[in-house]
């Protein structure tokens, strides 16, 4: 039965996204119903179609009590809106329902996995949250929540370990028809850990192991955990608080991390072998993945830095989006990433230039846009002399603009946005050290109304942003220090 909490958030949403125009919402990126998103939940497949569930807070474009958005698409870029599928309406998720994931039971029904959060006062007058793990079965439309749950509680952790750092349960099935989920927790020496739990059910869930643990070395708090196979290596995908810069490989604050590796699962011992950022931009976190039925391993995160998600006006009717799709793929131990090829269906209106050699600031007829698929190849025009910087220019009039540059004797990438109509002192530049053979290198931009995701190489690195620039400055133009040759590839996308 549908509770009153969830009723009145359904029938909140239905009302004001209303008020949300088509042309203020991204064109082909998935935003919140109305309200406020952060982190995908539940991204599976079912029932023919690709469900996303994401952290909402409908009454407010700021985080506040967690429920779950409920979005479903045939393709992963067309998104149909469904009612909200969790409230914060029970004792034990009375202060959130918080991330988690799907699968598809063997009766037919989908089975959602989320922590929920109970803020318990103590006795110095402050609060500290229980997190626990709970079910709800449904539909693909309507949930309804396990009699039972909490199915993992404090007692289901390991000793000394937090009640109040655990969460994000991110469920798969094994091929003998038994299901495994890890859990994101904070260990006794205060940073994170990956725990592993079994089921044969998917109900009954026992703990196992400890998966990974970060023993202080990248942040603390591990967030967000996915674990997969991936090209005959096993990943684990996870986002740690309060990360310490290292060179260019990651960045302060709130980041994300890719470990990979050999697993054995006689032992359940997963050992690391490399690891590296997921994304070197200024917006993405908490990623997750679903193997799609032709079998590609897809990426979606929130395309959100924590840092920057307060600095939006209150009367802002939505806040937060996804990232695009990912197709993913393993090479010599690093993480790739492509925009899902279904993009490219989208594309029209090609516009080529191909040898352009300058050393100063050119525009190219035809390559302008907010929502664009661009390729671009640069080259040092004189062998003989390599040019100091390069840069493009885009969501650009007189005012602003925001920016990729590239230094070739660094081999440094950079985003900058600070000219592009915000306001405050926050989060505007990152720069990446990228792989570069004289001075040349690729890049394939995807611009959205809103934002920015720059494939670097081929996807061996990506950068991601987000702006919110007026939708009029929609210039591009390209600047050399130095001579360079320049291919440029250009596809206007259609909003479907």
Not at 302 to 318: F, I, K
């Amino acid at each position: 039965m549908t509770s009153q909490t969830l009723r009145e958030a359904r029938k909140y949403e239905e009302t004001y996204e209303k008020r949300i125009s088509k042309e203020e919402r991204p064109a082909f990126h998935l935003s919140t119903r109305v309200g406020w998103l952060n982190d995908p939940n539940g991204f599976s497949y079912y029932e023919g179609k690709y469900h996303l569930f994401y952290q909402y807070h409908p009454y407010d474009p700021y985080w506040g009590p967690m429920h779950w958005g409920h979005a479903v698409s045939e393709d992963l870029l067309h998104w149909e809106y469904l009612p909200a599928a969790l409230a914060p309406d029970q004792v034990y998720d009375q202060d959130g329902c918080f991330s988690g994931s799907a699968i598809a039971l063997p009766d037919g029904r989908q089975l959602l996995m989320y922590t929920g959060v109970k803020r318990i006062p103590q006795e110095d007058g402050e609060f500290c949250d229980e997190q626990t793990q709970c079910l709800a079965v449904g539909d693909g439309l309507d949930y309804e929540k396990y009699e039972k749950n909490p199915v993992l509680d404090g007692k289901d952790i390991p000793e000394g370990c937090s009640k109040e750092d655990f969460r994000d349960p991110k469920m798969w099935k094994n091929e003998d028809g038994t299901y495994t989920c890890a859990v994101a927790n904070r260990a006794k020496d205060g940073s994170g850990q990956i725990l592993l739990y079994t089921s044969q059910n998917g109900f009954d869930w026992k703990f196992k192991s400890v998966l990974s643990a970060n023993n202080n070395r990248f942040g603390l708090m591990w967030e967000c955990p996915d674990f997969f196979k991936l090209d005959g290596k096993w990943v684990l995908l996870t986002s740690p608080q309060d990360m310490l810069p290292e060179g260019f490989e990651y960045h302060n604050g709130n980041g994300t991390l890719c470990l990979t590796g050999d697993y054995d699962e006689e032992t359940d011992t997963f050992t690391e072998q490399d690891n590296h950022s997921i994304d070197y931009g200024i917006d993405f976190y908490a990623p997750q993945t679903i193997l799609t039925p032709d079998g590609r391993r897809v990426m979606i995160a929130w395309m959100q830095n924590w840092d920057t998600s307060r600095l939006h006006p209150r009367e802002t009717r939505w806040f937060g989006q996804m990232t695009l799709p990912r197709e993913l793929s393993i090479k010599n131990g690093r993480l790739h990433q492509a925009p899902i090829r279904e993009l490219e269906e989208l594309r029209c209106n090609k516009v080529e230039y191909k040898d352009v050699v300058f050393s100063d600031i050119i525009k190219l007829d035809g390559v302008e846009g907010r929502k664009i698929d661009m390729e671009i190849q640069i080259a040092p025009g004189d062998e003989d002399n390599l040019y100091k910087k390069f840069a493009v220019r885009f969501a650009q009039n007189n005012r602003y603009h925001t920016s990729v540059s590239f230094r070739p004797y660094e081999s440094i990438l950079k985003v900058d946005r600070k000219f592009s109509g915000s306001r405050r002192a926050a989060i505007h530049q990152r720069r990446s050290q990228v792989r570069s053979e004289n001075g040349k290198i690729k890049l394939r931009m995807i611009l959205d109304r809103f934002s920015a995701e720059i494939f670097i190489n081929d996807g061996e690195q990506v950068m991601t942003i987000t702006m919110y620039t007026d939708q009029a400055a929609d210039g591009i133009s390209f600047f050399a220090d130095g001579s360079v040759k320049l291919d440029v590839v250009k596809y206007d996308l259609i909003e479907g």
